[in-house]
């Protein structure tokens, strides 16, 4: 993450002067959201779109901001629609949109562009994490765990498989009843860093549920 302290000013004062060149305000977007200001990175991309409403180096990663706030999610949405068409055969924007499709509300389109991505691009284990996670929002748990399985299976210094592997041993222990007070502690610490993390929350609710303390 690129601190915003060390973000060139001489650059940022260039690329605000270009507010009518696209590429530029893509840049000082893609600037201000590396240094952690996604108010600032919304309008840059904002403005680049109202140039060129087709330039995909914008719409997606104005999507991503979007997705990351609750408040934004159909706003996200709008955008993976506009950006959809444009991707063509490029796996990483299938990915990128697909990712933000399942996060923002709608899992049944992120799985469609998630499997085109890892049709494209089958070893990409990144791809293939975000589709599992994306079929395990959409209740196919069968197919969740069959690919967080080969994920698992792949080189050990590879982040994907060591979150794949977590993945399987919570999910296994969220189906023991008895398992549920032995996690509970893990489901705080993941949720602390990770707050939208599906199988925590199921998790969470499970124990809640054990206990009565549903209100």
């Given at each position: ?9 001489a ?14 305000l893509?840049?000082l ?12 990175a ?20 104005l999507?991503?901001?979007?997705s ?5 999610h159909?706003h ?11 991707i063509?055969s ?5 990915h ?14 992120g799985?469609?562009?998630l499997?085109?991505?890892t ?19 959409l209740?196919?748990l069968?197919?969740?765990n069959q ?8 080189p ?5 498989a060591t979150a ?13 009843p008895?398992?549920?007070k ?5 489901l ?5 860093s990770?707050?939208?993390?599906l ?14 303390d549903?209100?």
């Open positions: 993450t690129l601190d915003a302290s060390k973000v060139d000013p650059t940022i004062a260039a690329l605000e002067k270009a507010q009518n060149d696209p590429i530029a893509v840049r977007g893609a600037l201000y959201d590396k240094a952690q200001n996604p108010a600032k919304k309008a840059a991309y904002e403005k680049a779109l109202a140039i060129n409403p087709n330039l995909l180096p914008a719409l997606i990663p999507a991503e901001i979007c990351r706030a609750p408040s934004d159909s996200a949405l709008e955008l993976v629609k506009q950006a959809r068409p444009l063509t490029d796996p990483a924007s299938s990128r949109l697909g990712r933000v499709a399942y996060r923002a509300g709608d899992p049944e389109s799985l469609i562009l499997r085109t991505a049709t494209s691009d089958p070893n990409n284990s990144a791809y293939q994490y975000d589709l599992a996670m994306c079929s395990y929002h209740g196919r069968v197919d969740a690919t967080m399985q080969r994920i698992a299976a792949g050990a210094s590879n982040p994907e794949a592997k977590e993945f399987l041993q919570l999910t296994a222990a969220l189906a023991k008895d398992q549920l032995v996690v509970e502690p893990r705080g610490e993941i949720l602390r990770q707050p939208d993390y199988p925590a929350l199921y998790g969470q609710a499970l124990i809640q549920e054990q206990r009565g549903f209100k």
